[in-house]
């Protein structure tokens, strides 16, 4: 009886412990993998839709999800579908996608958004806002969608100057969020799935105080520049996000851009 009892407790946890690596799927399936991982880390509700998706395996499912959702037409960029090939899926795509997919089989419904700071929001009251919407999500059991985003500057040969360029975006799946921020601390500690290591990472998404940076808001169709500290900066030690092929001497940045969590 005790074999039969821990059999049965290892099969009811399995679930909540299984990573889809992004390797398996493909280089541009950041999105639909961290979704994938929201639902196999997420409250029962999430983990009863994936084992409700098609597909034996998570490669499986996502595959299928891919190729049925994701040939849906996207929001951002107008002609295209939801996952393109070769440029993989925008925030407010996988927004679209997530809740797609979710309206089949169960009443949870996403909410979704940009991270910017407003205009008249304070660098503390911007980052107790962010801090509040990841553990709102966190709280109901729904691991958070988290995108981030890269920006350097890249020397410009026609303008021959430095032009402080976007480089890459991300996305994974936050699961575990410091509890409360402590008096006068600037940031806060997250872990996170990262479907391009497939492994648990750590994080820390803070203001910055020191120094002031741009960043643009939006999609490559449409977008605008922020500057006065626009975002939350992150510090992770697995992130490159193309930071490391940049030259030792110039600036680099992440942000965190886009949430995707529980309303």
């Keep these: 009886m005790r074999s039969l009892l821990l059999a049965l407790v290892f099969t009811l946890t399995l679930p909540a412990q299984e990573i889809l690596p992004q390797k398996e799927v493909g280089a541009w399936a950041c999105g639909p993998c961290a979704f994938v991982n929201m639902l196999s880390q997420g409250k029962p509700e999430l983990r009863t839709v994936l084992n409700e998706l098609a597909g034996e395996s998570l490669v499986e499912k ?6 049925t ?3 849906k037409p996207s929001i951002s960029y107008p002609g295209k579908t939801l996952f393109v090939e070769k440029e993989g899926m925008s925030c407010t795509d996988l927004g679209v996608f997530s809740n797609l997919i979710l309206k089949e089989h169960t009443k949870v419904e996403l909410a979704s958004g940009f991270l910017d700071r407003g205009n008249a929001e304070t660098l503390d009251a911007h980052l107790h806002r962010v801090h509040a ?8 059991g729904v691991p958070l969608i988290l995108s981030f985003r890269s920006f350097a500057p890249q020397w410009n040969e026609k303008e021959e100057k430095y032009l402080w360029t976007g480089l890459s975006g991300h996305f994974v799946t936050v699961v575990e969020v410091q509890e409360d921020l402590r008096e006068n601390e600037k940031g806060f500690s997250f872990q996170f799935i990262d479907p391009f290591t497939g492994r648990r990472e750590f994080g820390y998404a803070a203001i910055d105080e020191a120094r002031n940076f741009t960043a643009a808001k939006g999609n490559a169709e449409r977008w605008e520049w922020k500057t006065n500290r ?9 992130l490159r996000l193309q930071t490391a092929e940049q030259d030792w001497f110039l600036r680099t940045i992440i942000i965190a851009n886009y949430a995707i969590g529980a309303k």
């Design 69 to 71: 959702v994701g040939k």
């Design 62 to 67: 996502v595959e299928k999800l891919i190729a």
């Design 230 to 238: 626009p975002f939350l900066l992150v510090t992770a030690p697995s």
């Design 133 to 140: 919407t990841f553990r709102k999500s966190l709280d109901q």
